[in-house]
């Protein structure tokens, strides 16, 4: 094949990336390489600011009541009222929460910070579904594929970056400086949508004063009425990733202290870690994309719990620096696998004009099985750092058993 034809052929094959998809992706560039920066660090800064794992936990409890509270208004902002308004205005407003972080005296003033900031994830829902009416249904795999990848591709580097600088200042001044590039990219990624970002609903209502008003007074029965919706693999689906979001706060909030406290690693190494675990995921998320639109969304979400479980065990057992590496490999396997194979099957199920509100009902009802899960592993925590995990693996056996029984793939995707 010559080079021509091979230019050619990737062209082709990358050809609906493009108007709203190619400006979202741009502007993840900046927002996922400094959370990126963040997320090995983040619980260390918490309790470096005098925040205890019990603490820590109920930190995370309130950001996801916050979120959960703001999903369903911000589902009915995007069906009714439109999708760009919200994501523009409220990238503004999540930049600025994070002068609260820089600033911090102590744990309170970053928990004013994440308040502020799940405030201003009402966007999310729009976010959600802007991005799937703008990926072709035959290309679902490949288009989350490519959200999943290409903005990860400058987060290789960041947890290097962000560890150099705790290891070198110290975890408060070095994750300081971290959040001061948070706020500096977050304000790109915002003119970024201001700018190129188009409006995809038809015939939007114009957004007045006291739509979140009406917004929030019709939250309960939008649950209700989206529920009503679902066709019954759907709601197999969302039973399932309920389980399997009760899971996620206690890797995201304590696999760094337990880095730190169990295993003996430093903040470069730890930094280093997340690397591999990134550039795994980067490595493999194209062609893991194609696998999902060729096995199917079930089998991919399936064949991403096999490596979750084993090697959630091996992160556990892990007592250096090589055996945390295989543990993270085989989780950037499993991500690259599930978060396609996840989305592809929300956007075959889910009709575009009900997207906005039926994709918020599902993340809202996942967030909100968070609340208590994030308090709860800050418990576990304190009284054996291996607990959370244990719990972890017993859920993730749950999801799968839900998966392999209830859920089958659509043989009509939705458009």
Same mark, same amino acid.
């Given at each position: 094949?010559?080079? $021509?034809?091979?230019?050619?052929?990737?062209?082709?094959?990358?050809?609906?990336?493009?108007?709203?998809?190619?400006?979202?992706?741009?502007?993840?560039?900046?927002?996922?390489?400094?959370?990126?920066?963040?997320?090995?660090?983040?619980?260390?800064?918490?309790?470096?600011?005098?925040?205890?794992?019990?603490?820590?936990?109920?930190?995370?409890?309130?950001?996801?009541?916050?979120? =959960?509270?703001?999903?369903?208004?911000?589902?009915?902002?995007?069906?009714?009222? &439109?999708?760009?308004?919200?994501?523009?205005?409220?990238?503004?407003?999540?930049?600025?929460?994070?002068?609260?972080?820089?600033?911090?005296?102590?744990?309170?003033?970053?928990?004013?910070?994440?308040? $502020?900031?799940?405030?201003?994830?009402?966007?999310?829902?729009?976010?959600?579904?802007?991005?799937?009416?703008?990926?072709?249904?035959?290309?679902?795999?490949?288009?989350?594929?490519?959200?999943?990848?290409?903005?990860?591709?400058?987060?290789?580097?960041?947890?290097?970056?962000?560890?150099?600088?705790?290891?070198?200042?110290?975890?408060?001044?070095?994750?300081? %400086?971290?959040?001061?590039?948070?706020?500096?990219?977050?304000?790109?990624?915002?003119?970024?949508?201001?700018?190129?970002?188009?409006?995809?609903?038809?015939?939007?209502?114009?957004?007045?004063? &006291?739509?979140?008003?009406?917004?929030?007074?019709?939250?309960?029965?939008?649950?209700?009425?989206?529920?009503?919706?679902?066709?019954?693999?759907?709601?197999?689906?969302?039973?399932?990733?309920?389980?399997?979001?009760?899971?996620?706060?206690?890797?995201?909030?304590?696999?760094?202290?337990?880095?730190?406290?169990?295993?003996?690693?430093?903040?470069?190494?730890?930094?280093?870690?997340?690397?591999?675990?990134?550039?795994?995921?980067?490595?493999?998320?194209?062609?893991?994309?194609?696998?999902?639109?060729?096995? &199917?969304?079930?089998?991919?979400?399936?064949?991403?719990?096999?490596?979750?479980?084993?090697?959630?065990?091996?992160?556990?057992?892990?007592?250096?620096?090589?055996? $945390?590496?295989?543990?993270?490999?085989?989780?950037?396997?499993?991500?690259?696998?599930?978060?396609?194979?996840?989305?592809?099957?929300?956007?075959?199920?889910?009709?575009?004009?009900?997207? &906005?509100?039926?994709?918020?009902?599902?993340?809202? %009802?996942?967030?909100?099985?968070?609340?208590?899960?994030?308090?709860? =592993?800050?418990?576990?925590?304190?009284?054996?750092?291996?607990?959370?995990?244990?719990?972890?693996?017993?859920? =993730?056996?749950?999801?799968?058993?839900?998966?392999?029984?209830?859920?089958?793939?659509?043989?009509?995707?939705?458009?």
């Amino acid at each position: 094949m010559s080079v $021509l034809s091979l230019l050619t052929k990737i062209r082709a094959e990358f050809s609906f990336m493009r108007g709203n998809l190619l400006t979202l992706i741009v502007s993840w560039l900046f927002v996922f390489f400094t959370f990126s920066m963040i997320s090995p660090f983040e619980s260390p800064f918490f309790r470096e600011l005098g925040a205890p794992p019990e603490i820590i936990g109920l930190m995370g409890s309130v950001g996801s009541l916050v979120l =959960g509270l703001v999903r369903i208004p911000g589902a009915v902002i995007a069906d009714r009222y &439109g999708r760009r308004q919200i994501i523009v205005m409220m990238t503004f407003v999540i930049a600025f929460s994070f002068l609260f972080h820089i600033f911090a005296p102590d744990w309170r003033f970053v928990l004013i910070g994440m308040v $502020l900031s799940n405030l201003s994830l009402i966007y999310q829902p729009a976010l959600d579904a802007i991005l799937a009416d703008s990926v072709p249904a035959e290309k679902r795999g490949m288009g989350y594929a490519a959200v999943n990848v290409i903005p990860n591709i400058p987060t290789i580097v960041a947890p290097v970056i962000s560890g150099y600088l705790v290891a070198t200042d110290g975890i408060v001044p070095g994750m300081r %400086m971290v959040y001061t590039v948070v706020f500096l990219c977050m304000l790109a990624a915002a003119f970024i949508r201001l700018f190129f970002l188009r409006e995809t609903l038809q015939n939007p209502q114009r957004m007045e004063l &006291g739509a979140l008003k009406v917004a929030f007074s019709h939250s309960f029965s939008a649950i209700r009425e989206a529920w009503k919706d679902m066709p019954r693999t759907l709601r197999f689906v969302t039973v399932a990733f309920l389980v399997s979001a009760f899971e996620e706060p206690m890797f995201r909030m304590f696999t760094s202290l337990y880095a730190f406290d169990v295993i003996g690693i430093d903040g470069v190494e730890w930094g280093i870690v997340n690397t591999v675990w990134v550039a795994t995921t980067l490595i493999l998320g194209f062609p893991l994309g194609k696998v999902v639109d060729k096995i &199917g969304r079930k089998r991919s979400i399936l064949a991403a719990y096999s490596m979750f479980i084993p090697s959630t065990f091996l992160f556990i057992s892990a007592r250096s620096l090589p055996q $945390l590496f295989i543990a993270y490999l085989m989780f950037g396997v499993g991500g690259g696998l599930i978060m396609p194979a996840y989305n592809a099957l929300l956007a075959d199920l889910i009709p575009k004009e009900k997207r &906005g509100r039926i994709m918020g009902t599902i993340v809202t %009802m996942n967030i909100l099985a968070t609340v208590p899960a994030s308090a709860f =592993g800050g418990f576990l925590y304190g009284a054996s750092p291996v607990y959370p995990f244990i719990l972890t693996m017993s859920l =993730g056996v749950t999801v799968s058993m839900i998966i392999f029984f209830a859920v089958k793939d659509p043989k009509i995707k939705e458009s």
